[in-house]
Every structure is written in C-alpha cells, then in structure tokens.
C-alpha cells in the first residue's frame, strides 16, 4: 500500500496499468508492489548483450554530464557513482581527473569493474559507505528510479556530501517522447510498449518516474538546488538491435518490427522531448530553513522503505 506521493504528499491515484501510481498534483508516477519482477538478471538478460547495447549510448552521454558537471564547477576530487554497474562512468571520471569510486549491488557486475581497475564497494547505497565519507560529487546514472525511497535516498546523499557539492541525476523522464507514446498506447489497449519502459518482468524494473519538476521539488527538500537542467539523447541507432535484444524473453519478431519502427523514425524523435533527463543539483549550507524544509517535507510524505540500490539492471 502507498500511503502518498513523496514529492507532495498528495494523494496517489491507481492503481493504473495493475501496478502504477500517479499523483495528479506535480506527475510523480511510482510503481506499486503489484509490479511483477522477474528474478535472477542472469537468467532473463543477456549480460554481453546489454553491455553491447548499452554502450555507445551512455559513452556519449557519459560526457555530456561530465561536460555540464565542469561547467557548474565541479574541479575533480571525490566522485561517487551509484549503481557504477561495469565502471564506464568511472573510467571516463578518472580520466577527468576524478578521484572515483563507486558503488554496485551485483557482486559479478562489481567485479568485473574491479578488473577494470576501478575502486568499486560491492552492497547497497548507503548502507556499504564507510561512516563520515565525503564526496564533491555524487552521480546516478539511470539509478535514481530504481530506488524505493527516492526521498531517504536524497538525505543520505546530503549527509555524505559537504555544501556546494554537486549532484547530478540522469533518469528516464514522464514528459519524454516515448513515455507518452507508451501511455497513449496503453489507453488503447495495448501495454507492451508501456510496460517495457517500466522494465516489469526485469529483475529490478522501475519504481519511479519523474517529471524533472517534481524531481527538483523532491530535491529542494532535502537541501538541494536545481542549478542545471537539460534533455541526454535517448536513442541511436548503434547498439539499438542489441538494446532491444538483451532481454532473452523479447521474441525476434517484436524485436524486428521495433527496431524498424524506431530507425525510420528517429529523425523525428529527436525532434521531440527526450525521454532522459539531467539535472545536476548543488548542495546547499545548513541552515535553519533548510532543516525547517526538510523536516516539512519529511512530515508531509512517508517513508516507502529503504534507500539502497536493488538490483543492476538499468
């Protein structure tokens, strides 16, 4: 049972689709536990497959938020990546200068980024950070809306963060191109489309999806502020037919007329709002407004559970 949106407090409306929830106030969506998760990521995804598909994609947009981190003035130091899966986040931080480390639920994954060279804790955030760490800079990756709390989520980043730190999410967003074709489908009758971009059946589907409006709200009572917002590209061609094969439960044929669909249409896509999101937030000094912020926020919505990571699939 969801007792009310984390954002305002408001109340939720569902349950939609079997298993999401909407507040109709700021467009916070969440999935209920009704979604159904599919167990072991071994089984279901094809890891070489995914990490194939994922790769042009997110080396790209790696970056552009290493760009924009830059340009609000992040200057190296501490950098944490949440949910670092394979570490390519960490590669190209280190090579920026970054001292890196990262944090990775899967014990194969994370291993695997330790041979890579990178300095990875194995176990969920927060609960695997050594008590009192800092960093300048903490990043997730297509991480956030996996999380079940969101909120407690932002707090623990506060406390492991000094003021004017930076922290930078990019997330699959409710007022992309996509998102809102999945949802006109599913009004129609059919969810395919919008049940795969809420990942249901994957080991660790999403929980959250965010307008970055509500996001920056749920941010602001934690004792963040929005300092820069900006669409990441959402598709390409290389690496599409691997991206939408790497479920090994997705039949070819769906695949096929998927990976068509989107090729002939990807010019007009990316004319449209892109189905990712960045925002990068700077941590603001403790004062008594912003404590008095966070306790109303806390008072107004809540807890979902607990903060940490669930799984490693993104």
Known sequence: MIAGCPVCGGALRGPIARFRYDCP???????GSEIATGGDARVRLREDRREAALAPLRARNFEIVLDRLAACGA???????????HGWFLDAARRRGYIASGVEPDRDVASKAVQ??????????????????????????DVFEH??????????????????????????????AF????EGLRRLGWRGPHDRLWQ?????????????????????????????????PS???????????????????????????VSLAAPVLQRLPSD??????????????????ADTVAAESPDAGGAGTIAATR
Do not use: K
């Open 25 to 31: 106030v700021c467009s916070y969506a969440c999935a």
């Open 179 to 182: 998102y809102r074709l999945a």
């Open 147 to 176: 999380l079940p709390d969101p909120r407690a989520a932002l707090r623990s980043i506060a406390q492991a963060m000094p003021p004017g730190g930076l922290l930078a999410i990019n997330l699959p967003s409710s007022r992309g």
């Open 235 to 261: 598709i390409a061609r290389q690496g599409l037919w691997q991206r939408l094969r790497y479920d090994s439960q997705a039949s070819w044929i769906s695949c096929a007329v998927t990976w068509l669909a």
């Open 75 to 85: 200057a190296g130091g501490r950098l944490l990546d949440v949910g670092c899966a």
């Open 276 to 293: 990712i999101s960045l925002t990068i937030f700077r941590r603001l000094p403790d004062t008594p407004t912003t404590r008095q912020r």
């Open 200 to 232: 249901v059946g994957f080991p660790s589907p999403h929980l959250s999806y965010f307008h970055p409006d509500a996001l920056a709200r749920l941010a602001s009572g934690s004792g963040f502020e929005e300092i820069e917002r900006r669409a990441l």
């Open 116 to 141: 890579r060279g990178n300095d990875v804790m194995h176990g969920l955030f927060p609960d695997v950070l050594p008590a009192h760490t800092q960093f300048d800079v903490v990043v997730f990756n």
